[in-house]
Each structure stands twice: as structure tokens, then as C-alpha cells.
């Protein structure tokens, strides 16, 4: 009888309503989640009004991919100064300032009329989101240890689902298109100028006028003045009318503010009985990581960094400019370009939402080259698709590379934390400061070749990064396996001397429970 009960694991009700410890995880771990929502919402807002905010600074493709750049090394800087700063500050006043400073510059973005503002403001909030990104997943693996499997898996899924909301709340502010007329004459001697003619034009479509002489008008319509030759042909281009992408951007900064709450509350009240031991135990990494020679440790740590660098180049530049191939290379319109990026998020979220329960059953590195074969296909089928312009195909490979990419990056944590090395506030520090030069440099790649040679190129890029991802992620579990040995975790916590423990006292991980 005494041994059913030993094996019986409580429900999760009873342990939130019998143990205040594992009530405190939890919370934690759902307010941490909440954030995350927010983060992948107001990440992924960026992606939809791409196009309407280089309308607002009024420059092309190839330039306005620096905010990208720029964004991505402002996440380099915080996700450093986070690690460093993790294990010395409290972490909840750290996650307060970091909500509060996120909520700020993503409303103050759209605002900002010139580049170099726009530029200087996406950097600061680059660095706020990493701050936030590193201490939350940091936390999950503090927390929960060698079961934060699931629970980082959960975390991600929140920030994706985060991100399938955003181009829901971007769409409706997204500024009015007009349709494209044609206009064809014979009359070798016309002349816009003697008709007055005026083509409204957008800055996609100020490329093809250079050559011609143009006269700005009040009313943002252009008068164009051009010889026209026998038989020519002069389109009246799409127009995209007032953006109202601020209000959008407000939507989403006053929502990411109202986050600081619960941690407020953690943090202003705190049960006082409950007191957080800050690891001081005898803890060892899961292999021999930290005895082997020091180049042999920087080649591994540069691995796994050059991996998540692939990795983030792949995903964020995915998300980031789906819209913008659409709209240039599809030629689709700005609704189903905001459709797209929304099939994405929610393939990418309900996938993320799979592998909370898969992850449990199949061990994560076989997972890891599954999913990792299937960006490759997924990239493929887009392609083809894409170049025999089978838009029913399209749709269905639009969503796949969210399905494929979803388990990746959560999983470098865990498949890290299980198979190399603790991954601590640095180890979370690194990763994330990897994923970051990731989203720095391969943006000016893309604009670069999809502005100077074609759209196209967005997913021959692609296609090439998953297919070198996948043989370097095949190539470090066999080097991992050869280099290092597998050991049994053992967590040792110690108890102050001066206050013995009675049966009054429950430990459970890093915490005591004092009556």
C-alpha cells in the first residue's frame, strides 16, 4: 500500500494546491510565457510592415535591410550584457526593465521619418527583446533542469503564437493599394508633359523612372515627362496611399507594457516562507565537456554557434521578408502577402505545440535531423513551385518550412543541456548572441540579391543554408560522440548549517520551504 503511494504522482492540481514551491515554478514559468507571447508578437510586426515602413523613411529595398542589420547587433549587444548581468542582478527586476524598455521603442519605431532615428531606435530595441529572449529561456532551464524539455518547447510555442496574432493586428493599418493601369500609345512624338499626365508611383516603382524627368507633386503623385516611342507601353503603377502602421505598433507596445503586472507582483510579493537557493551544489555537466583541451572545447562552442547563426539566418530572414517576395516576385497584393506570413506563424506555432508532447517520446537529436531534412524538402517545394507558378503548391509550401523549422531552436537548448554542456545564463547568452549575428549579417545578403539580381534568390539562399545546417548538425553529433562521454547528472544541494532541517522543511530543487 505504502508503495502504490510512493509511485502515485500527484495531479497537477494537487501539486499547485499542496506544494508552494512547485505553485511558484509554475507561475514563474507561465508569466515568462505570457512575455513570450508579446516577444514573438512584437518581433514578428516587423515582417508585414516592412514595406510600409520603408515608406515612412522613404528608402529602397537594399538600404532599409540595414534595419534588420542593426536590430540584429542592438540583440548581439543585449544578449551579452544579459548574460553577464544575469547571475548578478535579481532576474525579475532584470525581466521588468526589459518589458518596460521593449514597450517604449516598439511604439516609438513608425514615428521615426528618418533613417538613421529609425536605425538608432530598432538597435535599443534589439537590445531590450535579447535581454528579455535570454533571461526567459535561462530561467526555463533554471527552473526546470533536466525536465525543461517541455517547458522550453511550451516557451516557444507562446512566442510563435505571439507571432501568428501580429500580421492579424498589422493588416488593417497597412496603407491602401490602387490598382495599375496601362496606358499604350503609337504617337512617337507624346509627351506626358504637353498631357498633364501624372503617375502616381511607389518607392518600388521609382527605379523604373529613372531615366525619365519627374516632377514631385503636393499630392505625392508624380509628373512624369517622357518621349515615348512607337508602340510603347507606360503602366500607371501601384500606389500605396497613407500608412497608419503607428497605431499598430501602439496596439502592440501597450499590450508587451501590461506584462509587467504579474512580475511586479512576484516581485513586490513574494511568499516569505519561500527562499531560492542560487545553486551553490556540487553540479556536473552531462559529459566530460570542461576536461577536454581548450581547442577542442572552442571547436565545439563554435559548432554549436555557427549552427545557431545558420539556423537564425534561415528562420528570421523566412518570416522577415516573406513579404516582401511575395509582393515583388508573386506579385501579390499586401492582403495575401499578410495572409502568407500568417499561414506561416500558425503552421509554426501549432508545430511548436506538437513538439511540447513529441519531445517526450523521441529522443531530440533523431528529432533534430528530422526536422532538419524536412526544412530542406520544404525549401525545395517552394521553389519549384514557385518557378512553374502553381500558386495552389505555393500556398501549401508557404506553410511547410514553418512546420519544419518550429523545433529546431528550442531544442539547441535542451539537446545542449543533455548531450554537452549546462547551458547557464552565458550558455543562454551565447546561444542567443549566435542567433543574432545570424539576423545581423545574412539580411544585407538577401537585399543585396534579390534587389540586384532577383526576388527569386530569396529562396535559393534558403534552400542552400538548410541543406549546409543539416550536414553540420549531422556532422557534430558524430563528433560529439567521439570526443565526449556520456556521465549521470547529480545535483547536490546544501542546507545552512545554522538552521537544521526538520520534518517541517520541504527541498524541492533550488528552493526550501520554511513553516
Known sequence: MEEKMKNKQPSLIEKL??????????????????????LGWAESLFGPTFPD??????????????????????????SAITGILYDKLDKLLLIIGSIIGTAVTIAAIPWCSYFWLMMVVK???GMLTASLDTGGNADIVYIWDTEAGPYMQGLHFCFSFGGMIA???????????????????????????????????????????MNNTMKLLDNGSVLLSQKMQTNSTVERMQVSGETAVQYSYLITAILVLVVVIPFSVMYYIRPADVVKI????????????????????????????????????????????????VLTQLKWSKSEGSLATSLHWICFGLARLGCIFLVRFVKTSKLMIVFGICVVLSFTGLLLSTIYNIKPLIW??????????????????????????????????????????????FPLLFGYTMERFSPIWFLYLLLGQSVVWILLFSFTVLLTKCLLKQRTKT???????????NMNTIVENNYILKN
Request: hydrophobic content about 45%; some cysteine.
Open 17 to 38: 494546491k499542496r506544494q508552494p514551491i512547485y505553485r511558484e515554478k509554475f507561475l514563474h514559468t507561465v508569466w515568462i510565457c505570457w512575455a513570450f507571447v508579446m
Open 53 to 78: 515602413l520603408r515608406m515612412i523613411i522613404g528608402e529602397s529595398l537594399e538600404t532599409a535591410s540595414w534595419l534588420v542589420t542593426v536590430t540584429s547587433a542592438g540583440f548581439l549587444v543585449g
Open 123 to 125: 538597435c535599443l530595441s
Open 167 to 209: 500580421p492579424f493586428i498589422a493588416e488593417p493599418f497597412l496603407a491602401i493599394e490602387r490598382n495599375k493601369n496601362t496606358l499604350n500609345t503609337t504617337d512617337s512624338a507624346a509627351y506626358f508633359e504637353n498631357s498633364s499626365t501624372e503617375v502616381p508611383i511607389t518607392l518600388e516603382s521609382i527605379p523604373l523612372y
Open 278 to 325: 542560487e545553486r551553490i551544489t556540487d553540479e556536473k555537466d552531462p559529459t566530460n565537456f570542461n576536461e577536454l583541451s581548450l581547442p577542442a572545447r572552442i571547436m565545439v562552442i563554435s559548432i554549436l554557434s555557427l549552427l545557431m547563426i545558420i539556423y537564425c539566418g534561415t528562420d528570421d530572414i523566412y518570416a522577415g521578408f516573406l513579404m516582401t517576395f
Open 396 to 441: 501549401i509550401f508557404i506553410g511547410c518550412p514553418g512546420i519544419s523549422m518550429s523545433f529546431i531552436f528550442p531544442a539547441m537548448f535542451t539537446w545542449t543541456n543533455e548531450n554537452i554542456v549546462t547551458v547557464s545564463g552565458k550558455m543562454s547568452s551565447m546561444f542567443l548572441m549566435s542567433a543574432s549575428t545570424g539576423v545581423m549579417l
Open 491 to 501: 545535483i547536490e544541494i546544501k542546507i545552512p548549517e545554522q538552521e537544521p532541517l
